[in-house]
Structures are given as C-alpha cells and as structure tokens.
C-alpha cells in the first residue's frame, strides 16, 4: 500500500514538471522499426507465430499512419548517416524473408496507403522449395 502511493506521488510529479516533456521528446526521437514476416487471409493449416491475419496488419497500418511518419528505411539510415534530421515520431516497417503473401497481400495494401517497407529476401532460398530457415 506505501508503495502505491509513492508510485502515484512519483507519477504526480513527472506529470507536474518539465520530466513529462523530457519523457516525451524522448520518445519522439525514437525510432520504432516494425517487423513483419507475413501476412494471411485465411487460416494457416498449423499455427505460425510469426504470420498475422490481415486484419490485425490494417489496424497496426491505421494507429501507424495516424501516430507516425512511416519512411523508407534507406531514408532514414541516409539521413542518421549524413546526420540530416528526422521527422518527430518516424518509424519504419520490414518484412522478412519475402514470403509470397508479401507480394500478393500486404504489397497491395502498402502501395494503396502509400506507405514504404523494406523487404528483405532470403536469396539463397529463390526458385527452390527449401525453406529459408
């Protein structure tokens, strides 16, 4: 019960003082990047923990254009590189492995909404049926 209290006590003052804009500029200048491996329409035969239905990738989508200002991850390598300036509240999205669901789900809804992705192929896995991992 002391604890709370001097959790809310503690809280109460961030909230009051200039901490409160510190703590948020912080996170302004953070950079989240979002990795995606795949996208699905319909449910997979067995679970995959790694692929999500496209419905939660819409709504991910939404909070993500309404929150931040979604750049190509070359941009922003570029400008941290050249210490150019980044927009407040950038983030990045990429998709691993380059599944096909990639081209023929989530590629469409990106180039409808205008927002960038880096993909990133497993080369060695092109034109065959072995696995990536």
């Avoid at 192929?121 to 049926?129: E, H, I, L, N």
Wanted: proline share 8%; with cysteine.
């Amino acid at each position: 019960m002391v604890v709370s209290r001097l959790k809310r006590g503690i809280r109460s003052l961030i909230l009051k003082t200039p901490v409160k804009r510190v703590l948020q500029d912080n996170q302004r200048k953070k950079i989240p990047i979002l990795m995606y491996h795949g996208i699905y329409t319909e449910n997979l035969p067995m679970s995959n923990w790694c692929q999500i239905p496209v419905e939660s990738f819409n709504q991910h989508l939404s909070m993500l254009i309404s929150r931040y200002n979604i750049l190509p991850l070359t941009e922003v390598l570029d400008r941290i590189y050249n210490n150019k300036p980044l927009p407040d509240f950038t983030a990045c999205l990429t998709f691993d492995d380059a599944f096909k669901n990639f081209y023929k789900i989530a590629s469409p809804i990106l180039i409808e909404l205008q927002v960038p992705a880096a993909v990133f192929a497993v080369t060695g896995s092109v034109d065959t049926m072995t696995p990536s991992w």
